[in-house]
């Protein structure tokens, strides 16, 4: 009997909880669903234009947009406006304005200001956007995005980059995190914001972190290379294009007569589907350093192999994709040399110095040809072989261990995410998986024009 009653009310106890727990999440549902609604509201009301058939919607990855109809491609889903865009400029016009009435002196905060990054402005103008609260006209946006930092690489503990064995990436890695707790410190040395927000826990380096990987995550960049955060086009997620010369900025127009941003679909969409977007043609290791994913068989992705270097002014560090081409993309330059040992260049990387990174870094890690060129797939192959990621056995290892930690396996360091471990055991698992395609090509195989040349 005792035992029938103590489970009775355990069984009451359990449909309590149970009832408890769905108010709990039907309310934070509704919450989340009314924020949505808001932004929406927002960005419709405020000069911003929008498909009529184009909403904003929940999916299990997060937030994105939505077609209420079959959208043909190159429709124009969006256009936002010059005045809901976040950029420097828009931060610094809201500095100024809430700086002017400051009490302190102000010529070192912005003395501090202009020397910064872009995104590091930015940054800086979404903390203080956030602690003026439903004052600040972004207030609708800042509510929509997700309160947890975004897993961008900077923000992992050295632990957790341990396990991406990967000392250049790494080495990124802590430079940022150095270099923001750095500008952060002189920011509040300044100490001009503390005396203008009236509650100064909002003003934390981690505030800071969070809006600078949201920054780099969600920032757009045209051809005029201007970081900006276009609220609604920035909900839009990744995923790559079957097109073969797609460009982002063919599907991303800004209007130079008053600087609104058009976005179209770069792809058909059937009705009732997420809409996607082709961000950039990037390597994993960017897509790791900058937004916080790993794709799977992503097909720009390229390995770093040490060829026995070919020509004289050509030390053989090249990135390879499986096509074999180089990668002729600015940014995947920067990376690569980061894998030299040019010191001068991993100085002016270190110091920010844009001008120096141009004229010391590209050139040294690339043989002077085309970027487009093919390598010679024999040299490829040998290095890939040579290489210890393209051992087969290793591979099965690293993708037990990511069951292992997918499965919900318990961590038993605390110290460690197990979302940033999987994270980091994907990315190894794509370079091993290019390694060995590499490694496994045929000494002559006759699949491209010229070799066929070549035979
Ligand atoms: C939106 O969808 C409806 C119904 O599917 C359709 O009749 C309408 O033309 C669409 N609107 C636009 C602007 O395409
Ligand atoms: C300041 O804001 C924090 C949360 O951001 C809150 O916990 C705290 O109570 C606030 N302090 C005052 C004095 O309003």
Redesign the pocket.
């Known amino acids: 009997m005792r035992i029938m009653s103590g489970s009775g009310s355990y069984f009451v106890f359990l449909i309590i909880l149970w009832g408890l727990l769905s108010v709990y999440l039907t309310q934070k549902g509704e919450k989340e669903a009314h924020k949505l609604a808001q932004f929406e509201d927002w960005i419709r009301t405020t000069g911003a234009w929008v ?3 184009v909403t904003l919607s929940t999916f299990p990855q997060g937030n994105g947009l939505k077609a ?2 079959d959208l043909r491609e190159n429709t124009k889903i969006l256009t936002i406006p010059v005045d809901l865009q976040i950029s420097r400029d828009s931060m610094i016009d809201s500095l100024r304005v809430r700086v002017k009435n400051s009490p302190v002196n102000t010529d070192t905060f912005w003395e501090i200001i202009s020397g910064l990054e872009d995104t590091e402005i930015i940054s800086v103008g979404l903390v203080i956007e956030e602690c003026f609260g439903g004052k600040s006209k972004f207030y609708p946006f800042l509510a929509i995005l997700p309160p947890q930092t975004p897993q961008l690489l900077f923000t992992w503990n050295q632990k957790e980059l341990e396990y991406l064995q990967d000392n250049q990436l790494t080495g990124i890695a802590k430079d940022t995190a150095r270099r923001l707790e750095y500008v952060w410190t002189e920011i509040l040395r300044s100490n001009v914001l503390q005396n203008i927000v009236t509650n100064r826990s909002c003003l934390s380096l981690q505030s800071f972190r969070r809006y600078y990987a949201i920054t780099l995550s969600h920032a757009m960049r045209l051809p005029d290379n201007i970081p900006r955060i276009v609220p609604m086009a920035e909900q839009i997620n990744h995923a790559p294009s079957s097109q073969f010369d797609s460009t982002f900025s063919t599907f991303h127009v800004r209007n130079e007569k008053d600087g609104s941003i058009s976005v179209y679909t770069d792809r058909s969409v059937k ?1 009732g589907e997420q809409i996607f977007e082709e961000y950039d043609r990037l390597d994993n290791s960017l897509h790791l350093l900058q937004f916080g994913f790993v794709s799977q068989d992503n097909p720009y992705h390229c390995v770093v192999l040490r060829l026995v270097s070919p020509t004289p002014n050509w030390d053989g560090t090249a990135c390879v994709r499986q096509d074999r081409t180089y990668v002729p993309d600015n940014e995947v330059d920067l990376l690569v040399a980061k894998y030299t040992d040019n010191i001068q260049c991993l100085k002016s990387l270190r110091s920010f110095d844009d001008e120096g990174i141009h004229e010391t870094c590209s050139s040294s890690a690339f043989p002077q040809t085309d970027h487009n060129a093919d390598l010679d797939h024999k040299w490829v192959r040998n290095a890939a072989r040579r290489d210890p990621r393209s051992d087969p056995s290793l591979l099965k290892e690293m993708e037990r261990q990511l069951e292992d930690i997918m499965g919900g396996s318990t961590m038993s360091d605390r110290e460690l995410d197990p979302e940033r471990l999987a994270l980091a055991i994907q990315f190894r698992i794509e370079d091993a998986k290019l390694v060995i395609q590499l490694a496994s090509m045929e000494a002559s195989e006759p699949d491209e024009t010229n070799d066929k040349e070549e035979l």
Do not use: E, M
């Open positions: 498909h009529s058939n209420a109809s009705a």
